[in-house]
């Protein structure tokens, strides 16, 4: 169970923005702070990704294409990222967030909120990314953002719609820190909607994102709309079940950051994800993916922290593990798949305890999965 949250003081209104993590996402976010009125300043990794921006106002690394208003301050030094910061919202991969509350723990003033826009669960310790930064920066109010949204689309400016949860929105939500961050950064076209359920919408951004690489797996070994459908729908009883055994809520599951985000994840090639696993079943290598461009594929970083998550709390996740087996155990796709597909029928629901074996007589080689 992931702790509850205690109160903490945040400032307001929220205005200004420190944004840690200048890849794709951390630059569509700042963009999206500043035309919300935000001051913003974008804390970048890379060099070259701070002089980008400095001399071109673009982020020609990791999201090229999109202007970044001039109210956005890149910086390269972390503590003078965060120096006048209201709100900070951490942007870098799951698996490097706690390193990075690390290096954060002595430049933050106690009233600064912290905003988790990353989407994994820690591997070495099995924790979900609320858990990792409460843990470092315990003093801090926290929030997680979430939902359906890529990056591109974000930062042209398109309609999106996004769920921002806060543990203080259950009992005062006019006041919580997911409606003052909805104030600061929500405009007309990226919508925050609130919710208490800190558990619940983590869940959904981890566990999203393995689904996709299935779906993409599926895309790539030529199987149509059924195939999906069937992934997405048993993927999200998966990502429920988890859910549920976590603490979150199930409307959650049937919101932006459950339902919402696995379809657009596991139904559109903008998805790294989708096209990862796309590429595994096709046997193409990283680069050939994306083309040499440094992206990060949480869903490859997440299977095994998921999927061992998932085992500790005895909730069967076959999806995820056939996934599991053919990131981390090198287990054939092929085999994978019929593993998969020989599974004996059950109950729709898992409340129904009904297992019905295959007969193994009728498997014929045309029902067996044909790959190229
Ligand atoms: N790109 C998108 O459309 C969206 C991404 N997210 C999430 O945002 C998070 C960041 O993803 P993107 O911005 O897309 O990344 P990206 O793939 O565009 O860029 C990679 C990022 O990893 C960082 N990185 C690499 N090594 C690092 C290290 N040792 N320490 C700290 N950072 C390091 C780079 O600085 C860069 O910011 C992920 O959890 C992702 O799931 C969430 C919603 C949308
Ligand atoms: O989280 C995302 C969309 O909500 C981005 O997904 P990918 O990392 O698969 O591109």
């Known amino acids: 169970m992931i702790q509850q949250l205690a109160p903490a003081r945040f400032q307001i209104p929220i205005k200004n923005v420190a944004v840690v993590g200048g890849g794709a996402w951390g630059t569509a976010l700042a963009i999206t702070a500043a035309r919300a009125g935000c001051n913003v300043s974008l804390w970048a990794r890379e060099p070259e990704v701070v002089e980008s921006i400095r001399s071109r106002r673009q982020n020609d690394i990791f999201l090229p294409g999109y202007d970044i208003p001039e109210v956005v301050r890149p ?66 109010a926290l929030a997680v953002l979430s939902g359906p949204t890529f990056a591109d689309e974000v930062a042209a400016g398109q309609p999106t719609a996004v769920t921002i949860a806060s543990p203080d929105a259950a009992s005062r939500p006019e006041h919580s820190l997911a409606a003052a961050l909805a104030r600061a950064i929500g405009t007309a076209t990226f919508r925050p909607y609130i919710s208490d359920d800190v558990a619940g919408v983590e869940v959904g951004g981890a566990v999203k994102n393995v689904l996709a690489i299935a779906s993409g797996i599926a895309t790539g070994l030529g199987f149509g709309s059924n195939a999906r459908a069937a992934i997405i729908t048993r993927g999200l009883d998966e990502l429920k079940t988890l859910s549920e055994a976590l603490g979150g809520r199930r409307d959650t599951v049937t919101g932006l950051a459950g339902i919402g985000d696995l379809t657009l994840t596991c139904s559109s090639e903008q998805s790294r994800n989708m096209r990862y696993g796309m590429g595994l079943a096709q046997d193409k290598s990283d680069a050939e993916i994306f083309g040499g461009r440094p992206v990060v594929v949480e869903g490859a970083e997440n299977a095994v922290s998921v999927t061992d998550l998932a085992r500790r709390l005895n909730v069967d996740m076959p999806i995820c593990e056939a996934v599991r087996a053919i990131i981390a155990d090198g287990k054939p796709i092929k085999d994978a798949m019929n593993e998969l597909l020989s599974r004996p029928f059950r109950g729709e629901q898992r409340s129904v305890a009904l297992v019905i074996p295959q007969r193994p007589i009728n498997q014929t080689a045309e029902q067996e999965v044909q790959l190229a």
């Not at 979900?128 to 920066?137: D, F, G, Q």
């Open 75 to 140: 910086e390269e030094n972390l503590a003078a990222a965060v120096k006048d910061a209201d709100a900070v919202l951490l942007v870098v991969p799951s698996q490097f967030l706690r390193a990075t509350c690390q290096a954060l723990e002595t430049c933050l003033a106690p009233h600064v909120a912290l905003v988790i826009c990353s989407k994994g669960i820690e591997r070495s310790n099995g924790l979900l990314l609320a858990a990792v930064v409460e843990e470092v920066l315990p003093s801090h």
